[in-house]
């Protein structure tokens, strides 16, 4: 049996697993095995949109169970904790699963750029969790600076800075500023 192991069911990895699934899966000498720690995956291009409050968390996860229905690929929700090249051994905070080849598909992290204060001062994007928080962060800005009567305290509590420009940053100040006139100004 050709043991196959994807990690991470991001877009690489769900990419993998699918494609592995429509080439492979009638093979009975093959096992496709995804490996995630979150049971979902996750549409990121619309995460600003979850920050804003725009569209629900339900609206950009897909559930793995979804996605297997009527595939043949196994799926095992785990943390890896290592690999062990020599041993083809990927370890698991659980366990452990052997395989003849694998395919790292993890994600990628924020890049600071080192940026003076950037990752101390600044929320990351890449994650549900990392939306939420972020939404909370704005809420909870607003309403402070709702209550405020000094003029220049309150904008100085309203500016928000938005270090990148790439796709994520300019949905994000795109989505930010549509959520504050949205919600905030009252024309």
Known sequence: MIKIVVLGSGFGG??????????????KDVEIIL????????????????VSSYIEPRHIIQTIRDIRRDKKFRFIRDTVI????????????????????????????????NVPGAESYTFPLK?????????????DILEHA????????????????IVGGGYTGVELTTELRDFIYRYVIIL
Do not use: C, W
């Open 14 to 27: 769900m990419e993998a697993v699918l494609t592995l699934e429509s080439r492979l899966g009638k093979r």
């Open 35 to 50: 490996v995630s720690n979150q049971n979902y995956t996750l549409f990121t291009p619309l995460l600003p949109q979850i």
């Open 82 to 113: 290592g690999i062990d090249l020599n041993k083809k051994v990927v370890r698991l905070s659980e366990g452990e699963i052997s395989y003849d080849y694998f395919i790292i598909a993890l994600g990628g992290t924020t890049n600071y750029f």
């Open 127 to 139: 994650t549900l969790q990392d939306s939420a928080e972020l939404r909370d962060h704005i809420i």
């Open 146 to 161: 709702d209550h405020e009567h000094d003029i220049t305290l309150k904008k100085e509590m309203l500016t928000f800075v």
